[in-house]
């Protein structure tokens, strides 16, 4: 059980109290579990993950510490271990308790889960001061019974005794399950603390082709963030992040925050897979944000763009429709010269064993984004419908910078693409002379250009306006909203040097226009 320590009536009690006394500051806790984190569901007289060794914990029966069902549900629960009492032969017992230096009611307050037909009356807390003669105590609050007033609870259980020597039971009155947490005994009323914002990472996790420098932040000043990078769960013993996070290969990350005088944060994960883009074979397409009734954009790589293309299917390939025929392509930008490439495609039937017709699937490469030139034609007798038939490699040329694929035409069936593999040119991109070439955002044009009433420019994204300024800096046209590759009218304007304004969601772009 992680700790949580709450700070009661700021200002009383410089004392230094012993036994199990807990001070921070002048607040007064007199006592707070801290079952430490059981790896397995464990006997109380068995556990030996005590964090407190000047109090002493007993079991009966089969009471035990269980790692399932931690609380939640109320403010400053902190879950991790409970204590499981369902019957009425178990209890659960804390002794070496000293409560001698409060100055004013002594309350117990606790995490309480319950069935829904209990109203917490056979759940039974009691004390005592010689282990011989017990008082029970009355709890304070009200449960609903009935159906949906089951789960966590935060329940007060007041007047305890200031006393040096104190020890507090735990028992059932009914064979029904109890669960027992964030036990806290306070000098005076519970104060209800501040929760530390969940810390946040850039970028969120995901497959990615490249190492990535991850910052974790938390938008609560002064918080302080723990993680840890093999999956584990972060405690205050983590290591600290105090800048960036070098993430070089696949990693599950958690973190933490924690702050003086706040609950701690819930745990962040994010999951990283870091590919080597010279040493893989194949590149199967992230599916996580896709749906079979939903029409989103691939996600890839960064580097490549998708465009009219299906929810992906199971093993990571991306979907081709029959009804996107002509419009659904998949376009990658490469960062030097290739030399070859190949994959995998797959054809998917309809409603009947012949419904796989009028395919043609193309392959074209391009140095700019807009001249393409075919690399392959592929037909319905060239695509397998009953599993993978592997194409390539095809020889693609030293000045390509772009290879597209697409569905051209259609009478009925879907297409897989998958297992994509485009090899560097020897002697070209100082490194390695297989794998994917590693895909980068080109440089945004303007295209054609010079121009005389149109261009294009191949941003690689949308942009949320493109304004064209004269050189005395007049807006002379101005598009929003504009789709990448759209071709824009700029018919009528004079002849003369331009400069075009893109504003995208990342940032601004400049770049020169010459209309002739």
Excluded at 51 to 56: A, C, G, K, M, P
Excluded at 130 to 141: G, K, T
Aim: glycine share 10%; hydrophobic share 35%; aromatic share 8%.
């Amino acid at each position: 059980m992680k700790q949580k320590v709450t700070r009661i009536k700021t200002g009383i009690l410089a004392l230094a109290l012993v036994g199990c006394v807990a001070i921070t500051r002048g607040q007064a806790v007199l006592y707070e579990e801290d079952f430490g984190t059981p790896t397995a569901n464990t006997l109380v007289q068995n556990y030996t993950g005590w964090q407190n060794t000047s109090v002493v914990y007993v079991g009966n029966g089969t009471c035990d510490i269980r790692t399932s069902s931690a609380s939640a549900g109320y403010g400053g629960a902190s879950g991790g271990g409970n204590v499981m009492i369902n019957d009425t032969v178990k209890w659960f017992q804390i002794s070496g308790l000293n409560t001698s230096a409060a100055q004013t009611t002594v309350k117990l307050y606790c995490g309480l889960r319950k069935t829904s037909a209990e109203n917490g009356t056979n759940f039974v807390v009691e004390f005592s001061t010689d282990s011989i003669v017990w008082v029970r105590l009355p709890m304070a609050d009200t449960m609903a019974s009935g159906t949906g007033t089951g789960g966590w609870h935060r329940v007060c259980f007041p007047n305890l005794p200031a006393h040096p020597h104190l020890h507090v039971r735990f028992s059932n009155l009914a064979n029904v399950d109890y669960r027992l947490d964030d036990i806290r005994i306070t000098d005076g009323d519970e104060v209800v603390l501040e929760t530390v914002e969940t810390p946040t990472c850039t970028p969120s996790g995901g497959t990615y082709y490249e190492p990535q420098q991850v910052t974790l932040e938390c938008a609560t000043t002064g918080a302080t963030i723990h993680y840890t990078l093999d999956g584990s769960t972060p405690n205050t013993q983590s290591p600290v992040c105090a800048g960036i996070l070098d993430i070089s290969s696949n990693c599950t990350l958690k973190a933490f925050a924690v702050k003086e005088s706040f609950y701690n944060s819930e745990v962040m994960t994010a999951q990283f897979t870091v590919i080597d883009t010279n040493a893989v074979v194949a590149l199967p397409f992230d599916i996580s944000q896709n749906s079979d009734s939903a029409k989103v954009e691939v996600k890839t790589m960064p580097g490549f763009r998708a465009n009219k293309l299906g929810s992906s299917y199971a093993d990571g390939s991306v979907k081709f429709e029959s009804k996107n025929a002509g419009q659904a392509t998949l376009t990658a930008h490469l960062d030097s010269s290739p030399e070859e490439i190949s994959f995998d495609l797959k054809g998917v039937k309809g409603g009947s064993p012949s419904a796989y017709s009028g395919i043609t699937f193309l392959i074209s490469e391009s140095a700019n984004g807009q001249q393409w030139t075919t690399v392959a034609t592929l037909n319905e007798s060239d695509i397998s419908t009953s599993g993978y038939s592997h194409h390539g490699p095809y020889a693609l040329a030293q000045e390509t910078r772009y290879v597209r694929w697409m569905l051209a035409t259609s009478t009925q069936g879907n297409t897989q693409l998958n297992n994509l593999v485009i090899t560097k040119r020897q002697g070209t991109g100082g490194g390695d002379s297989t794998g994917i070439v590693t895909p980068v955002t080109p440089d945004p044009n303007p295209y054609p250009n010079p121009t005389q009433t149109s261009f294009r420019w191949n941003l690689c994204e949308d942009a949320l306006t493109i304004q064209l300024f004269s050189l005395a800096g007049v807006l002379v046209r101005q598009w929003a909203n504009v789709p990448d590759g759209e071709t824009l009218d700029i018919s009528g304007l004079p002849a003369g040097i331009y400069m075009l304004r893109a504003t995208t969601p990342n940032g601004n772009i400049t770049k020169k226009l010459i209309i002739k």
